[in-house]
Each structure stands twice: as C-alpha cells, then as structure tokens.
C-alpha cells in the first residue's frame, strides 16, 4: 500500500487501470518515500508504442487524481520472479 498525503492508495488498482490500454503489457506502481505527502506514486510502464504523456493520458482517463503517478517510466521489462510474479519495489527511499 502507498500512503500519499493520508490517503491509502493500492498498487494494484492502478496497474489494473492502466492495463486494460492495449498497449500496455505490464505496469507496476509503487511508492517512493517523500518529505512533504509521504510518498509519491511511481508507475514502471512495459508497453508497445507508448510514451510518456501518452500514459499519463492513460492515466488522467482511468484514475482518480489522488491516484495519479507522480513519475511515469517507460521501461523494456520488469523484474519477475522464478514464478512469473513481478518482483515489487516497496517503499524506495527519495
């Protein structure tokens, strides 16, 4: 869970949002420590043709704005488990 700004926030219903774009293939959102709300949301994107305001359109579409990530990265792959599980960041310091 992701504490911002006293609200609760879950990973999960973020990257459930954000994957039901087509061009979204995986997603993981997590929080990374912060001094004036807590935490701030990061959103790991791996998907086909997109871009950075692209997802953030995504997002502003999906999501209600307490939900919103505060950084968007596009990468190439997330790290997985041995069982195919995303291996989650949790609490990462600023």
Do not use: W
């Amino acid at each position: 869970m992701i504490i911002r700004a006293g609200m609760n926030i879950y990973p999960q219903d973020i990257e459930n949002a954000i994957k039901t774009d087509d061009r979204v293939f995986e997603a993981m959102a997590y929080g990374k420590k912060d001094k004036n709300v807590g935490e701030k949301i990061i959103l790991e994107v791996v998907g086909k043709e997109l871009s950075v305001a692209e997802v953030f359109k995504i997002c502003r579409a999906k999501l209600p704005s307490f939900q919103y990530p505060d950084s968007i990265k596009i990468v190439s792959k997330l790290e997985h488990t041995a069982s195919g599980k995303i291996v989650r960041k949790r609490n990462v310091n600023a």
